[in-house]
């Protein structure tokens, strides 16, 4: 069996950004490493952040031939905090498998009339 490459351990970089949009939302983009699968890595981080109670979308952004691949997450910030966002793959399998390197959170904010 193939196992997944060492994940980045720390506190990953995070840039907040505010767009204008048709509707009001929050999409926290996750630059991941350590997948190295999209049946079991991909489907795992997957499961574990659509389980947050506050995550309503999740889509994997995977290529194997990345170093690092991509989460994006729409959540309600009134629900779940970002750091539960990331954290719940960071300690997928005691944190063995997979690191959240960086994390974009954009706020979505219809337009002004």
Known sequence: ????SEPFHGTPEITNVIMEGSKE??????????MMCEIGCVSKVKKELLELEGVSNV???FDS???TNFANVEYDIKKVSLFS???????IADGRLYGVKAVVDTEYRPKAE
């Open 1 to 4: 069996m193939v196992g997944c």
């Open 25 to 34: 939302k929050r999409v926290a983009i996750l630059e991941i490493e350590g």
């Open 59 to 61: 889509f994997m952004d």
């Open 65 to 67: 031939d990345r170093e």
């Open 85 to 91: 966002i990331y954290n719940s793959v960071n300690i």
